[in-house]
């Protein structure tokens, strides 16, 4: 698939547009300690729409819009405008503002999604890199590609949000603000804020005897030296409905969608991994080995009383399942209740401990423990969840969206092993998961049947 640039730009906030020659208060934020010590990588997303036929002949009409109406977004979100020095977000140049792509995708966008190529997804988003590849106080922290399928067939808005603010739900009300304002109904959403993060989380300088530790996802950006793969898997309603009955039990009486799903791949990718731990020593393992679940968990909805997802900052923290595995099958139900009683720590005891007069501490504690937990050795499975954030209804003007993706470099996939992303299906109330594994791992799991049996593997997308 040929994707051509046709035109790079720096879109300004509205406010600068109209006075940046005389705009005379320079506006900072302090990071906040979580967003301090986040990592510095652009996380890929991607939104497909499916036009009218006539879309070609409007395409300049459609650039003219999205930037218009991005320029006023971004006045709604001055921090994520501005550029990062030190542990200061800088708003007050006129080198403000996020990057906008437009390109030419030289087919249509039925052949494309008839059979997904998950390798040409990069080829979609400003910044295939996973990783920043220029410092940081001259990176952008918000881009946008709009990709133009051929004969007017199609639109794909491919994203990189820099990590270093922007945590899932922060991207998420980025782009339904940009939605909304394309739309005229701007008015209607909040405004960014980043008085949450700054209060509830502030700055600290971490001394020299905590060098070691490493904040939550950064751990894993690791170069693995194993080769891995990506695949996608679709768990459509139905089968989600079946999990979650399957991991109902006396101690969980109302699994939750990402909860099933999470649990069920947690299974099969634990019966790989053994499987193969069992090849690589020419034996049958039958001694017990741990395996460790480290969910992503955003702690606005948990908190008393909620904060508001325009809260814009890192404001999540992972919850931790250990399972002390064997041979034997794994009981779905079993996994359930070890993960639900991760995610209740998280609500009933971190979460008021860290916003509270000894946070700074009960976060060092906690990142010792992510520690030691990777210290054992065990095998560990990240999982983090776009799910229910209403990203598989964003409307730009041309109806929801018919798939969302995501889009990293298939050849950095390595530094991301065993890492799976849940994602919304815009179809029905089925769920998406894209997992990385290494390739003889991921071989045994998309060749396991009973695994198959619920996970549909990279499906075609229909345009209906």
Partial sequence: MEVEIISREIIMPAAFQRNHHHYQHQKTFQLSLLDIYASETYSPFILFYNTKKDQRSNNENAIS????????????????????????????????????????????????????????????????DLVLKQP??????????????????????????????????TMSAFIKTWAASNEGTLDKLACGSYKASSSLFPAREISSNYNDLVFPETALLVAQPKHCSVRRFVFDAMAVSNLKVRAKSQSVSNPTSVEAVTCFIWKYAMKATSTCKSLDKKEVVDTKWGSLLVHIVNMRRR????????????????????????????????????????LLEITNDFIPKAIGNDGFETILSSLHQLCEC????????????LCNMGLNTVNFGWDKPIWIATGAKSNESSMLRNIIFLMDRTSDEGIEAWITLDDETMNLLENDCKFLKFASPNPRITLD
């Fill in 65 to 128: 819009s999205l930037k218009l109406s991005l320029s006023k977004t971004l006045a709604r979100f001055p921090m994520l405008a501005g550029r990062i020095k030190g542990n200061f977000v800088h708003y007050c140049s006129s080198n403000n503002g996020a990057l906008f792509v437009e390109a030419s995708v030289k087919t249509s966008m039925a052949d494309f999604l008839r059979t997904p190529n998950l390798q040409f997804l990069a080829d979609l988003i400003p910044f295939p």
């Fill in 136 to 169: 940081l106080e001259t990176a952008v922290q918000v881009a946008a590609q709009v990709n133009f399928f051929s004969c007017g067939t199609g639109i794909a808005l491919g994203f990189s949000f820099l990590h270093k603010m922007i945590d899932g739900a």
């Fill in 303 to 342: 908190m008393q009383p909620p904060l508001s997802e325009y809260e814009v900052g890192n404001i999540f923290w992972t919850s931790r399942a250990y399972y002390e595995a064997s041979n034997t099958d794994t009981n779905l139900a079993d996994l359930e209740t070890i993960l639900r009683q991760s």
């Fill in 374 to 385: 990777y210290a054992k050795g065990s095998e560990s499975f990240i999982f983090s969840s």
